[in-house]
């Protein structure tokens, strides 16, 4: 069985032009998907009871490649999902059919070209990793803690009796954050070793007072 696939990006466009193409192509209405939904969105409900729908030997027709996937690595996702389940695939207007040995190559290329592009990508993000680290800069995000602020948390934390979360709460940050910045700060095991310490005489002071 032959199905349609047919979208526009909002509600003011009219799928006319798809739906004609597909029953020129012999393909009724009542069998023909209609969306409207941009091809951003990851959400495309018309796509997916097309996709339920469908049965091994049926063949999906769209008028255009664009219309069924938002990139190519979807396009790719979608028609090697569609040939495991033994569905064929159809464009109208790039005239590519999975069913045919030409048509099976030219998707075999589309994957090869997709996966060149990944592989394109992670390159370069590995390049600019490796640069940014050569100057000195480090991945991941930005601190919401401030140089000011951990200063200002490192001067409370000098007092023993003001704990970790109690500073974090004064700067407005959560705990763990207050905590890779001291991780991350040279003078960190300084402070803690002051905080021992102070503890220490504390406790010793209170010790002699009670005596």
């Given at each position: 069985?032959?199905?349609?696939?047919?979208?526009?990006?909002?509600?003011?466009?009219?799928?006319?032009?798809?739906?004609?193409a597909?029953?020129?192509?012999?393909?009724?209405e009542?069998?023909?998907?209609?969306e409207?939904?941009?091809?951003?969105?990851?959400?495309?409900?018309?796509?997916?009871?097309?996709?339920?729908?469908?049965?091994?030997?049926?063949?999906?027709?769209?008028?255009?490649?664009?219309?069924?996937?938002?990139?190519?690595?979807?396009?790719?996702?979608?028609?090697?999902?569609?040939?495991?389940?033994g569905?064929?695939?159809?464009?109208?207007?790039e005239?590519?059919d999975?069913?045919t040995?030409v048509?099976?190559?030219?998707?075999?290329?589309?994957g090869?070209i997709?996966?060149?592009?990944?592989?394109?990508?992670?390159?370069?993000?590995?390049a600019g990793?490796?640069?940014?680290r050569?100057r000195?800069?480090?991945?991941?995000?930005?601190?919401?803690?401030?140089?000011?602020?951990?200063?200002?948390?490192k001067?409370m934390?000098?007092?023993?009796?003001?704990t970790?979360?109690?500073?974090?709460?004064?700067?407005?940050?959560?705990?763990?954050?207050l905590?890779?910045?001291?991780?991350?700060?040279?003078?960190?095991?300084?402070l803690k070793?002051?905080?021992?310490?102070a503890?220490?005489?504390?406790?010793?002071?209170?010790?002699?007072?009670?005596?």
């Open positions: 069985m032959e199905i349609g696939y047919a979208r526009v990006s909002t509600d003011d466009q009219r799928l006319d032009l798809q739906i004609a597909l029953e020129k192509a012999g393909i009724p009542d069998r023909i998907y209609k409207h939904v941009s091809g951003v969105s990851t959400k495309r409900p018309q796509l997916t009871e097309c996709m339920k729908a469908m049965r091994e030997g049926d063949l999906l027709v769209v008028w255009r490649l664009d219309r069924l996937g938002r990139s190519l690595p979807d396009l790719i996702k979608i028609l090697s999902d569609l040939q495991a389940r569905i064929g695939f159809r464009s109208l207007n005239s590519i999975t069913t040995a048509g099976r190559m030219v998707f075999h290329m589309m090869a997709a996966q060149f592009e990944r592989d394109i990508i992670s390159e370069r993000t590995k990793l490796t640069a940014a050569a000195g800069h480090r991945g991941g995000r930005k601190s919401k803690v401030t140089p000011a602020m951990l200063r200002a948390a001067a934390l000098l007092d023993p009796l003001i970790a979360q109690e500073a974090a709460d004064a700067l407005k940050i959560g705990r763990a954050s905590y890779r910045a001291l991780a991350k700060d040279r003078e960190a095991g300084d070793a002051m905080r021992k310490a503890r220490k005489a504390r406790g010793a002071a209170k010790r002699t007072v009670l005596a």
